[in-house]
RNA sequence: GCCUGAGUGGCGGAAUGGUAGACGCAGGGGAUUCAAAAUCCCCCGAUGGCAACAUCGUGUGGGUUCGAGUCCCACCUUAGGCACCA
């Protein structure tokens, strides 16, 4: 008997899956089809247990579907544009093109061993031409739509490197790099307008059904629909073009408690003023070096600036509030004005408190007496910020009721202003326009050209690609297309007057934004093809992480929506994702220690062991602390590499243990002791395997209750696929290999039993699987060979055990044929041992007979 | 503060309102072996008891029920998200 040798089996069941293309996704009238999709990773160059965890859920539900009779969709590709190829060339010379396809070809290398029933022959990157050229088809169609337009918008400048950076590229208000400060500044930029949308994006998140809840719930805050008033305020001895300032307001129920205005250093009125006086310039600049961040603003110290200009209450035209400049306001909200309102609102009571502000409460606590109301407020140090849903009783409300919830108070204020001709009810978004422009060379360029005669113009469909330059620099601060001159130079498509190409390159979520659809047609000529589209979309099930919740899957259902209207997607798939799953992470134990000077130092996990009970370091039997279950991550020397698992114990291994251990939502903790367990199991797999095929026991009375073991393992393990609970499956895969182990059953029932235990482990170890699939002379792949069917007679038990509880708790059980009567039970159980002296003598003040499932007695 | 989840042995985790702890890891004991590796068998929530067994036990406190890890109410802890403000 030869031992289980994974990396021989291995290599050979690829080869044999790829020689007769068992996962070329075809094309068929006669069989349903079943598109599966993990999220493509990123060419960094190396896979991580992140990857094999994440493609091989994916892998278990394609390779079941395809048993179950689908052509199955299972693509892979790569998302391959963005900074970190750009960072590479400028840090160590190169071209980024080189850097990402090396490392896509390392990535490719190390995927393949794992087994996966990808169809590589649609691999693509989004970096390649063909992929980015029809990006830029599909960026004209959106642009003749009116999908995409110009406007300013704010960026983060390094004015050393000058260059744009990226939010994560500033650190401490000062360019990574350059150190410089940098500084918010506009440029003319691109913008998709997915805020259209915002309403249906919100309300279609319903027909989701198939998707988590968590993620519909971080997508409905995100788009953050909100009802309100938008209404002016007269000013006072404004600048010319000023004499009424927009603001929206959720709360227009606090209208008598405002005390200031704010506007945004942005503002019109501010930039006006700005002009002329110096004070104004100079805090709005230091404004304008906070980042961009919402998160930076809320945590940067709230300042403002008086402009000594007023605004008269809408309510009260005698009553003057000042105008602040206030660095915690955002142009692009709402109106990018607001009115403060310091007694309800922490933020404007800071505020107020800071500058010697005004703070007159509108309502108290409803257990508060209108006559103490002000008394009772002067004790508080902080605004009253009740739910909106709590009844308060205003004492400054100017409509409705003085007890009543905040929503309904909002809601009387707003049809009250209305009716006074003060603003309107609206309703607004959080969601704000798509900016797409990136300042960078590594993205797929956007098709426009600037002519001075005819302005901007699109490029011509005909001369798409607009390829990106081969012949580029990066020891030069700055977008190397910027000071391409023949690349940059250009005829109008218009005029044919001399040009210049838009130097800006999309953002990387635009690439990935439609991917999922290109997938069904990778070489086509268009975006997609029509036929293809039609068959394969939607995403039957869409596998990957929990940190994309947000913006590549709101963006993705956006485009989805945008490729239906441009004609590249059918009507139905405009939610393209039927089914999502966000799976956990892959974690590890830290060991760490500390240095002389109480410094973190972090160790491999191969340097350390573990002695009587305490994990030590191997060199000098220094006691290590372990912190478990955490993210892995280089920095913290606790990262599993796949490849040397895949050497050590072969792919299957790392396969089963990822699924094994933890639901596939949750994060599940690498362990060595977990891997190498599995490795043990896999190989009694085997051997029970190699046993099988030369037992000559005769057939026996053990063997239907081997048979019948068998028919519950395929019910359960399908059971768990079908559902994601892969955890389960394995767990019956266990317990049914006990069970075969030790059954003393004929050979001929034991080779049929293998058989199905090697098909059902074979969405999750494929190789082994065929092996033993092979071994016990198996008809074709197992790959291809239909899943196998529970017999739901085989399901039944004759006999069944019934637990006998008394007042609620187990004191015994008694076994009885399945069908026997309820009577019958009765009479059994009363007569248990356990029963007779619960009871000493007495009747039972109840008898609960649940058939099948449990007796209790009540005395 | 709000919205989602989660909380069960030493650990990861199972349990359509019906025998809590399946399965795996770790640990203990035994078989085999000259010895070891590998393999096989048994034990493994706590407390008491030689044992049979008894009592307690699913974050905390209540409740519904013949019966609650599961349902309801209140709370605590924890992870993630939002920072409702525009």
Known sequence: MSRYSANEIEAKWQKAWDEAGVFTAERSDDKPKYYVLEMFPYPSGRIHMGHVRNYTMGDVIARYKLSTGHNVLHPMGFDAFGMPAENAAMKSGGHPKDWTYGNIDEMVSQMKPMGWSLDWNRMFATCDVEYYGQQQALFLDMLEAGLVYRKNAVVNWDPVDMTVLANEQVENGRGWRSGALVERRELTQWFFKISDYSDELLSALDTLDNWPAKVKTMQANWIGKSRGLQ???????????????????????????????????????????????????????????????EEELEKAEKKGFDTGLTVRHPFDTSWELPIYIANFILMDYGTGAIFGCPAHDQRDFEFATKYGLPIAPVFVSADVEADGADEYFKQKEEALVPMKSEKVRYIRGFCGAELQTGEEAVDAAVTFCEEQGVGQGVTKFRLRDWGLSRQRYWGCPIPVVNCEACGVVPEKK??????????????????????????????????????????????????????????????????????????????????????????????????????????????????????????????????????????????????????????????????????????????????????AIIDTYGADTARWFMLSDSPPERDVEWTASGAEATYKHLSRVWRIATDAVADETAANDQDKALLREMHKAIHDVTAGVESFGFNASIAKLYGFTNTLAKSKAGGDAKREATKILAQLM????????????????????????????????????????????????????????????????????????????????????KLIVVPGRIVNVVV
């Open 231 to 293: 209404f002016a305020f007269s000013t006072v001895d404004a600048p010319d073009g000023f004499d009424r300032i927009e603001v929206y307001t959720t709360r227009p129920d606090t209208l008598m408690g405002a005390s200031f205005m704010g506007i945004s250093p942005d503002h019109p009125l501010a930039k006006q003023l700005e002009q002329t006086n110096p004070e104004i310039a100079a805090f709005c600049a230091d404004c304008r070096r906070m980042g961009t961040t």
């Open 462 to 643: 005909e001369n798409l690609p607009v390829k990106l330059p081969d012949d580029v620099t990066f020891d030069v601060p700055g977008n190397p297309l910027d000071r391409h001159p023949t690349w940059r130079n250009c005829d109008c498509p218009s005029c044919g007057a001399p040009a210049r190409r838009e130097t800006d390159t999309m953002d990387t979520f635009v690439d990935s934004s439609w991917y999922f659809a290109r997938f069904t047609a990778p070489r086509a000529g268009t975006p997609t093809d029509a036929t293809e589209a039609e068959y394969w979309m939607n995403v039957d099930q869409y596998i990957g992480g929990i940190e994309h919740a947000i913006l590549h899957l709101l963006y993705s259902r956006f485009f989805a929506r945008a490729m239906n209207i441009t004609g590249h997607l059918p009507e139905k798939s405009k939610e393209p994702f039927n089914a999502l799953f966000t799976q956990g992470m892959v974690t590890h134990a830290i060991y760490k220690t500390e240095d002389a000077d109480g410094r973190p130092v972090y160790h491999y996990p191969e340097e350390v062991e573990t002695k009587d009970g305490k994990v030590v370091l191997k060199d000098t039997g220094a006691e290590v602390e372990v912190v478990p279950s955490a993210k892995m991550s280089k920095s913290k020397n606790n990262v599993v590499d796949p490849l």
């Open 762 to 845: 074979s969405p999750i170890t494929p190789h082994l699987a065929e092996e033993i699939w092979a071994l016990l002379g198996g008809a074709g792949l197992i790959a291809q060979a239909d899943w196998p069917q529970a017999d739901e007679s085989m399901l039944v038990e004759d006999e069944v055990t019934l637990p006998i509880q008394i007042n609620g708790k187990r004191r015994g059980e008694i076994t009885v044929p399945k069908d026997l009567a309820k009577e019958e039970v009765e009479k059994l159980a009363l007569a248990h041992e356990a029963v007779v002296r619960a009871l000493d003598g007495n009747a039972p003040k």
